[in-house]
T-cell receptor, first 115, second 115 residues
């Protein structure tokens, strides 16, 4: 079974600092990988996705993530944090075939951005 | 704009009183999902429809049912809500095609309170 692990349930950064949110996946075959963001009392919004094309994926709001097969990782980064980035971030995995697009989510990382 | 709409955004029901949450989509996606998300947790898939085919997750309680009368609408019925069913309920949609995986698009969610 596929799974994702997000290291750090809470991450705090200063405004303007680098954002790094960690995600490692467990799968016998490299899956499709997604990062979603959730603001309070709202649904999930797709930030970016990896679907076996380019390993460096650029998303919305200045975020990007790099797929590293050797490390089974898909960490999310942003060079300079803004106050508006404060939210919960979920990494998710989906099998390439036979999964019916079903997502398995990590436990989430709450990002706090301080002045 | 094409989107996933959930009504109501906030729902209060009494212990044991049946409640229905609704979801509609203008994306014309053939897959629709219902997730339960409790506070500070990842979304948990309850079931999904692939067109008219209903797919229940193995650990979804019988208390939860769903209906999909047409492509655009999907309903979540909770027959006898308990206090433990208080949560955010998220509806999502996706396209699907053999051999590939598409991202899911989420609605804003319905926050259910059980008194």
């Amino acid at each position: 079974a596929q799974s994702v692990t997000q290291l750090g349930s809470h991450v705090s950064v200063s405004e303007g600092a680098l954002v790094l949110l960690r995600c490692n996946y467990s799968s016998s075959v490299p899956p499709y990988l997604f990062w979603y963001v959730q603001y309070p009392n709202q649904g999930l919004q797709l930030l970016l996705k990896y679907t076996s094309a380019a390993t460096l994926v650029k998303g919305i709001n200045g975020f990007e993530a790099e797929f590293k097969k050797s490390e089974t990782s898909f960490h999310l980064t942003k060079p300079s944090a803004h106050m508006s980035d404060a939210a919960e971030y979920f990494c998710a995995v989906s099998p390439i075939t036979g999964g019916g697009n079903k997502l398995t989510f990590g436990t989430g990382t709450q990002l706090k951005v301080e002045l | 704009d094409a989107m996933v709409i959930q009504n109501p955004r906030y729902q209060v029901t009494q212990f044991g009183k049946p409640v229905t949450l609704s979801c509609s989509q203008t994306l014309n996606h053939n897959v629709m999902y219902w997730y339960q998300q409790k506070s500070s947790q990842a979304p948990k898939l309850l079931f999904h429809y692939y067109d008219k085919d209903f797919n229940n997750e193995a650990d979804t309680p019988d208390n939860f049912q769903s209906r999909r009368p047409n492509t655009s609408f999907c309903f979540l019925d909770i027959r006898s809500p308990g206090l433990g069913d208080a949560a955010m309920y998220l509806c999502a949609t996706s396209r699907t095609h053999t051999g590939t995986t598409y991202e899911q698009y989420f609605g804003p969610g319905t926050r259910l309170t059980v008194t």
